[in-house]
């Protein structure tokens, strides 16, 4: 099966940077996009950034022009390069592969990241 695998999470101070990376392994023939969820405590998951195979970006509008998305489509990675942080972008951060076709199927799937943490400190 497919896994989807977040690294790069930790603690950083107001106005730092983190970079996130994501892989997703397995027997994949193709990702239609690639994306970046967080959840902050007692709130409601929200997107951060995706992007598609041939480049295209979406950004929430918390983190426009601070955060940026990249992907290496033949290694089925992701990552993300979040920049001038602020505690209100403390959260758990999830990787997700949407519209995953595998080799072997015409199937397509999505697949979650267990997530990783990002804590900002003021």
């Known amino acids: 099966q497919v896994q989807v695998v977040e690294s790069g999470g930790g603690l950083v101070q107001t106005g730092g940077s983190l970079r996130l990376s994501c892989v997703a392994s397995g027997s994949i023939f193709s990702i239609d996009v690639m994306s970046w969820y967080r959840r902050a405590s007692g709130k409601k998951r929200e997107l951060v950034a995706s992007i598609t195979t041939d480049g295209r970006t979406d950004y929430g509008d918390g983190v426009k022009g601070r955060f940026t998305i990249t992907r290496d489509n033949a290694k089925n990675t992701v990552t993300l390069q979040m920049d001038s942080l602020n505690p209100e972008d403390t959260a758990v951060y999830y990787c997700?592969?949407?519209?995953?076709?595998?080799?072997?199927?015409?199937?397509?799937?999505?697949?979650w990241g267990q997530g990783t943490q990002v804590t900002v400190s003021s």
């Open positions: 997700n592969a949407d519209g995953v076709k595998l080799s072997w199927s015409v199937r397509k799937n999505t697949y």
